[in-house]
Nanobody
Framework: QVQFVESGGGLVQPGGSLRVSCTASGDYFSEYEMAWYRQAPGKEREPVAGIRSGGSTQYIDSVKGRFTISRDNAKNTVYLQMNSLKPEDTAVYYC?????????WGQGTQVTVSS
């Protein structure tokens, strides 16, 4: 079973930037369609950005122009660069397949946007 390990979260001021990373186990990462998801307190988990094996990307409207998803297949890693962060971006961020597979959720990484 593929395992995902997220890292890079933290506390950042509004308007700041942060990059979170997710490293996958296994040998076929380059073939995976991957996505970042987030879950804010009291809310359901939602997809944020996805990247296909060929490199095409998709974003939810609220992060377009601010977030960038990318991947490094040599490192089995997918990234989410987050700029112009807002308090409403505060959440636990997870990576998973796209669409998500329920048995593959990792522990996530906390991103808090606050002054």
């Amino acid at each position: 079973q593929v395992q995902f390990v997220e890292s890079g979260g933290g506390l950042v001021q509004p308007g700041g930037s942060l990059r979170v990373s997710c490293t996958a186990s296994g040998d076929y990462f380059s073939e995976y369609e991957m996505a970042w998801y987030r879950q804010a307190p009291g809310k359901e988990r939602e997809p944020v950005a996805g990247i296909r094996s060929g490199g095409s990307t998709q974003y939810i409207d609220s992060v377009k122009g601010r977030f960038t998803i990318s991947r490094d297949n040599a490192k089995n890693t997918v990234y989410l660069q987050m700029n112009s962060l807002k308090p409403e971006d505060t959440a636990v961020y997870y990576c998973n397949f796209w669409p998500a597979v329920k048995d593959n959720w990792g522990q996530g990484t906390q991103v808090t946007v606050s002054s």
